[in-house]
C-alpha cells in the first residue's frame, strides 16, 4: 500500500477553515484516499474518502489534485471539538487483507479560541 | 444505544494472566477487526475475520488469539499477559468491500 506523509501537528482559530494536508506521491490507480479522526483516546471515526474528484459531505470536504499524489482536508468552520489527530489513510477499495486500513502518525490538529 | 460496544473499557491485570476482551456489533458488518494503540502512535491491526469461519492474522497478531463466536461477537485474548502489550484496544466493523470502518469506543488494557 501507498505511505502517507502529514505534518505532525497543526494550529487552528476556532470558526475558520482548517485545511489538513497529506503526500500520497506513490498512490495507484486503484487506491482510495480515506480520512479519519481520533478525538482524545476515542475510537477513530471515519470522515470522508475519495478516488479522484473533490468530495464533500456534511463534516468536511476532501480536495485531491489532478495527479492524486496529494489532498487535503477541509474543514470549513472548524470548533473546538475539531481537536483531533486526522489520520489520512490510501488503500485499494479491495485488498487482500481484508481491507485493512494501515494508519500513520496522523496530524493533531488544536483548534483555539 | 452504541452500534460497537466493548467490554470491559478499563483493565488492570498483573504479568501472566489470561485476559480476554470482548466486542460486540448491532451494525450487521460481516467483516470485524482488532487493532491496538500504543500511546501517541497510530493503530496496529492485530486480527480481522471476514466472517465466522474466517479469521486472519494481521500485523502484530503474536501473543494474541481471537474468537469469533457470531457475526455480532468478536473477542481478542491475550493468553499470557505481558507489560509490553499495555496499549488501547480497539475493535471495528465493516461490510465487506468498504473501507469505511466503524470503532468501538475502546479498552484500556494496563499489564503490571
Known amino acids: 500500500d501507498a505511505k502517507t506523509t502529514q505534518p505532525p501537528s497543526m494550529d487552528c482559530a476556532e470558526g475558520r477553515a482548517a485545511n489538513l494536508p497529506c503526500n500520497h506521491s506513490t498512490i495507484s490507480g486503484n487506491e482510495y484516499v480515506y480520512w479519519y479522526r481520533q478525538i482524545h483516546s476515542q475510537g477513530p471515526q471515519y470522515i470522508i474518502h475519495?478516488?479522484?474528484n473533490n468530495e464533500t459531505n456534511e463534516m468536511a470536504s476532501l480536495i485531491i489534485t489532478e495527479d492524486r499524489k496529494s489532498s487535503t482536508l477541509i474543514l470549513p468552520h472548524a470548533t473546538l471539538r475539531d481537536t483531533a489527530v486526522y489520520y489520512c489513510?490510501?488503500?485499494?477499495?479491495?485488498?487482500?487483507?481484508?481491507?485493512?486500513?494501515?494508519f500513520g502518525g496522523g496530524t493533531r490538529l488544536m483548534v483555539k479560541p | 444505544d452504541a452500534d460497537v460496544t466493548q467490554t470491559p473499557r478499563n483493565r488492570i491485570t498483573k504479568t501472566g494472566k489470561r485476559i480476554m476482551l470482548e466486542c460486540s456489533q448491532t451494525k450487521g458488518h460481516d467483516r470485524m477487526y482488532w487493532y491496538r494503540q500504543d500511546p501517541g502512535l497510530g493503530l496496529q491491526l492485530i486480527y480481522y475475520s471476514f466472517d465466522v469461519k474466517d479469521i486472519n492474522k494481521g500485523e502484530i497478531s503474536d501473543g494474541y488469539s481471537v474468537s469469533r463466536q457470531a457475526q455480532a461477537k468478536f473477542s481478542l485474548s491475550l493468553e499470557s499477559a505481558i507489560p509490553n502489550q499495555t496499549a488501547l484496544y480497539f475493535c471495528a466493523t465493516s461490510d465487506p468491500g468498504q473501507l469505511k470502518q466503524f470503532f468501538g469506543p475502546g479498552t484500556r488494557l494496563t499489564v503490571l
Open positions: 489513510i490510501v488503500s485499494p477499495r479491495h485488498n487482500n487483507a481484508g481491507n485493512m486500513l494501515t
Open positions: 475519495g478516488l479522484k
